[in-house]
């Protein structure tokens, strides 16, 4: 189950990709298949009306965040009690020492030859938990921002297909943050399923919480994810800074289609600042993970020619909107692009 899963997650990602990369080739002879792409792929303001047959409101992009809040909960608690119920006991001192170890410098990441599979397996599994920790943290903000500061235009809408593509995004993404672990997992929340009906509950173990070895998981982590997690931050806190500008340029507008230039934070530098941030935060997946992990670098690739598309076509549509639009402004990469 497990390569099973694996593989059918790289070849989704392949495919979702591919489209966008070739549409994104800059040659007049294939044209036709990036306004093709675009026409999925455009909403909110820079989809004409004229497209509207196969469209939903704009505001169901709420739908994805509650669907990764739960599935992205989901997936942490299974993986955490998993790891919990797996990992052998730990006395408080010799936690307190591996602390000690990793703060000193004294880490086990350089002594290969004197590391067992077990540890650097839930090294590993540890790296999954953190992941959903910080999927968690993503798309419960984007729930809170689609509930208290977007305020989409009535007349706000996208394709039909683009919705879909945010559904199988949201049921994707944190999947593929866990996947290499998902068959053990199953495989354990299974065997508890099947012993809970056995036995039934009275003559289950109860068992008490060891709050030191349930928090062991984050121990685990070695320097790198904890880079990762600050770059992660580093675009999650200006993601939300943008989002709260864009909101605040509808405040008490909600009846009112008409648009104005965004300004602050990265606005400073690009039309799409707040695609060039979720960048950020999906770059900082990659390096929790180490680098190592393709089906994470897959999503961070389709992440990012999902928001190159998009921001491309978001600054053509100022630069014609406006003429009194900021000429220094990029796309999406600051000096770049």
């Not at 559904?167 to 290499?180: E, H, Q, R």
Request: proline share 4%; charged share 15%.
């Amino acid at each position: 189950m497990e390569l099973g899963l694996v593989t059918l997650l790289r070849a989704a990602w392949v495919a979702a990709i591919l489209p966008v990369v070739i549409a994104l080739i800059p040659s007049s002879k294939i044209s036709f298949f990036l306004q093709f792409v675009l026409g999925f792929a455009k909403r909110g303001k820079i989809m004409q009306s004229s497209s509207n047959k196969f469209s939903v409101p704009q505001k169901l992009f709420i739908h994805f965040y509650i669907l990764a809040s739960v599935w992205t909960t989901l997936l942490l608690v299974a993986t955490w009690i998993y790891a919990y119920s797996t990992m052998p006991k730990i006395s408080e001192p010799l936690l307190f020492s591996s602390i000690a170890s990793h703060l000193t410098g004294g880490s086990r990441i350089f002594s290969l030859h004197s590391s067992h599979t077990s540890k650097e397996h839930r090294s590993r599994i540890a790296v999954s938990i953190f992941l959903l920790l910080l999927m968690e943290a993503q798309v419960l903000r984007r729930l809170f921002e689609s509930i208290y500061v977007f305020k989409y235009s009535p007349s706000a809408r996208m394709h039909i297909l683009g919705y879909l593509t945010g559904l199988f995004f949201y049921t994707a993404a944190p999947i593929s943050l866990c996947c290499n672990h998902a068959a053990e997992v199953y495989k354990f929340w299974l065997s508890l399923i099947q012993e809970f009906i056995v036995k039934g509950k009275d003559r289950m173990l109860a068992t008490e919480v060891d709050w030191w070895r349930f928090l062991n998981p984050l121990i685990q982590l070695r320097w790198y994810s904890w880079i990762g997690a600050a770059i992660f931050f580093w675009g999650w806190i200006h993601q939300q800074r943008c989002h709260t500008i864009l909101g605040s340029l509808r405040e008490n507008r909600e009846d009112n289609d008409e648009y104005v230039v965004p300004h602050g934070d990265w606005f400073q530098y690009v039309s799409s600042p707040h695609y060039l941030a979720e960048i950020v935060v999906y770059s900082g997946f990659v390096v929790v993970s180490g680098c190592s992990d393709l089906t994470i670098w897959l999503l961070w690739g389709f992440t990012v020619a999902n928001l190159v598309l998009a921001a491309a076509e978001t600054h053509r549509w100022y630069l014609h909107k406006f003429d009194n639009y900021p000429r220094n402004r990029f796309a999406i990469f600051p000096f770049v692009y």
